[in-house]
């Protein structure tokens, strides 16, 4: 097992193609601050290096995923915040990209608190799986604010525009039932069997092809950004017949002939 770092609230362990990520702020219930986001930008980097990542978790230490940003760092007036504030959204809005855009499937395994801008980093994860006394919320009018980072479009793009706008106008906190109803999760689970849930995603992603589920991933996302159908079945006609170019297509239908 390897370990990247070192980190400030952050714990990075690699092991055998999976990378497992832990926020370490567990007195904040994983507050997002700054410190923190710029944690996750460069262990997201540095992982982007390494190709044969095949997986990436992201999990919370102690009993949350992450409340969401530190509202500490949001406190005071405009003029005491605007050129930082500024930086800081773009830092967010670059970290959520790079979660989404990661070359391999990244999945989020929550516990607890999934809040504002962590449920926002978690949306921009491929998979969700979440233990059944997750609560999820983004209570943002609750303090005057308006979601950002990007996160209005992919609240949209995810859960549909009804659920989206339930979420963001009430600030009302919902259980991992409801969550999973509104398009949200990939599945609940209880919390002893969290961990078990989580390996077995793991392993059914690694069950397939290494370079078809990361082209299958590039597909999809861009799918979701195309601007109309055309484009998007343009991309994927690209990406398609790039894969199947490859070694590993000819390799994995061989042994599916063998197999009949």
Not at 55 to 82: M, R
Not at 194 to 218: F, P
Request: proline share 3%.
């Amino acid at each position: 097992m390897t370990e990247y770092g070192p980190y400030r609230n952050l714990s990075v362990e690699i092991d055998d193609g999976v990378a497992a990520l832990t926020l370490e702020r567990p007195d904040s219930y994983n507050a997002l601050d700054t410190a923190t986001m710029l944690d996750l930008r460069r262990a997201f980097d540095a992982l982007s290096l390494d190709h044969d990542i095949a997986v990436v978790t992201i999990a919370g230490a102690g009993s949350a995923f992450s409340a969401g940003a530190d509202l500490g760092e949001y406190a005071g007036p405009t003029a005491d915040h605007e050129e930082t504030q500024i930086r800081r959204q773009e830092l967010f809005r670059d970290l959520y990209r790079t979660v989404f855009e990661f070359h391999a499937p990244v999945v989020a395994k929550i516990h607890g608190y999934c809040v504002g801008a962590g449920l926002i980093l978690a949306m921009h994860c491929d998979l969700r799986v979440a233990a059944e006394s997750a609560e999820f919320a983004i209570p943002t009018v609750d303090i005057g604010q308006i979601p950002g980072g990007g996160s209005t479009r992919r609240a949209v793009e995810l859960l549909g525009e009804t659920a989206a706008r339930e979420l963001v106008y009430t600030a009302d906190y919902v259980d991992a039932e409801r969550a999973l109803a509104m398009g949200l999760l990939n599945d609940v689970v209880p919390e002893a069997a969290l961990d078990e849930a989580i390996a077995n995603r793991v392993d059914s992603i690694r069950s397939g092809g290494h370079r078809a589920v990361k082209a299958s991933k590039r597909a999809l996302n861009d799918s979701v950004d195309a601007p109309d159908p055309e484009s998007a079945a343009a991309r994927e006609a690209e990406h398609w017949w790039a894969q199947f170019a490859t070694a590993e297509r000819e390799r994995l239908v061989a042994a599916f002939h063998e197999d009949d």
